[in-house]
């Protein structure tokens, strides 16, 4: 059994809060600078090159490399043979995210009612997924979430019939509405299986997958390759502006599912996708 202090976890998630909204993490920045010299069209390549000029700024700067500094989304993966002492998990979590927000003057975007609209003014509460996993680490994923993409994913509760074309279909679909205001290039996460929520919450995490890598599943690896190709033929290109590069990448995760059912969920994430992990 070992002990883990929760004052560890408010630290590395104020961190990582801060971090992730100043530098792309290592995938993107890569997935980033090849767009540029992969897009066809000179209007979106001059727009690629410019949002390199933004980051470059905001790391030297020390500026949020976009004004939505996002709702931060954190996932835990706890082994089952650690201890927390020193207080409650999960207001640490809230607080590494407080300290992250407050101290490092990122933008405070959460409201505390949906109706009634009153900001908390320290950006929490995080929005919080928990998994038990065999050892004795902690593997934490934050991912701020802003809400210009966020508002542009959607869920499909296709029937079995479907099959794979209608899952297709329905991602194609989610990305056509989305258009430019998911600010391109994209990045989409798929959640196939499951339940209503499954599906939702694995095309979140689908998102902090490292850009280039694929599914071990044979089928999925060729999916998330058709769609990518697909994708990036509709032409909403950089900014929306049109061109090559509408997605960067497709994830997807699946889960065994109803014999009624075939949920579908499309979470789509903006150019700068930013996620950070780490294990303590």
Known sequence: MRTLNVEEISKNIKEMCIEANH??????????????????????????????????IAGKDMIPICQDTGMAVVFL??????????G???????????????????????????????????????????KIVPGD??????APKGFGSENMSRVFMLKPADGIEGVKEAVLTAVKDAGPNACPPMVVGVGIG???????????EALTREVGSHSDIPYVKELEEEL?????????????????????AVSVNTYPTHIAGLPVA?????????????TI
């Open 23 to 56: 530098f792309l993490s290592k995938d993107m920045d890569i997935a980033m600078k090849n767009a540029v010299s992969t897009e066809k069209s000179p209007l979106g390549k001059k727009i690629l090159s410019q949002l390199q000029d933004n980051l470059k």
């Open 77 to 86: 993966e706890i082994g089952q043979d650690v201890h927390f002492e020193g």
């Open 266 to 278: 499309v979470n789509i994430c903006c150019h700068v996708n930013r996620h950070v992990i780490r």
């Open 194 to 204: 499951g339940t209503f929520e499954k599906c939702a919450l694995m095309a979140k």
């Open 137 to 142: 680490q902690v593997k934490i994923k934050v």
């Open 88 to 130: 409650n998990l999960e207001d640490a979590v809230n607080e590494g995210i407080r300290r992250g927000y407050v101290d490092g003057y990122l933008r405070k975007s959460v409201v505390k009612d949906p109706i009634l609209r009153e900001n908390t003014k320290d950006n929490t509460p995080g929005i919080i997924h928990y």
């Open 228 to 248: 990518l190709e697909r994708i990036n033929k509709i032409g909403i290109g950089p900014g929306g502006l049109g061109g090559s590069t509408t997605a960067l």
